[in-house]
């Protein structure tokens, strides 16, 4: 996805991994300046807001468990269309 800014000029959307998202959040709870934290890495507010309710709490085994659950489901509903057809 693109934006652009006031002068007309196409910013990129930065990705962040789930890893990353995490290691951030962690940092915001060790007692790190929330807005120092989002400055270093560039994250808006209201992104942070909304990572921290999707990922808040969880280790990096937690997301990484959740991707796989994601894949496998994605597989299991491809099988179904495919017996459906």
Do not use: P
């Not at 007692?31 to 990096?60: P, Q, T, W």
């Amino acid at each position: 996805m693109n934006y652009s800014n006031k002068g007309g000029h196409i910013l990129k959307q930065k990705r962040v991994t789930d890893e990353q998202i995490i290691g951030i959040l962690k940092k915001g709870e060790s007692g790190v300046s929330v807005k120092d934290i989002l400055r270093k890495h560039g994250i808006a507010e209201s992104a942070c807001y909304r990572r921290k309710s999707n990922f808040g709490g969880m280790k990096l085994n937690d997301v990484k468990g959740l991707r796989n659950l994601e894949q496998e489901n994605n597989h299991l509903k491809t099988m179904v269309v495919e017996s459906v057809c």
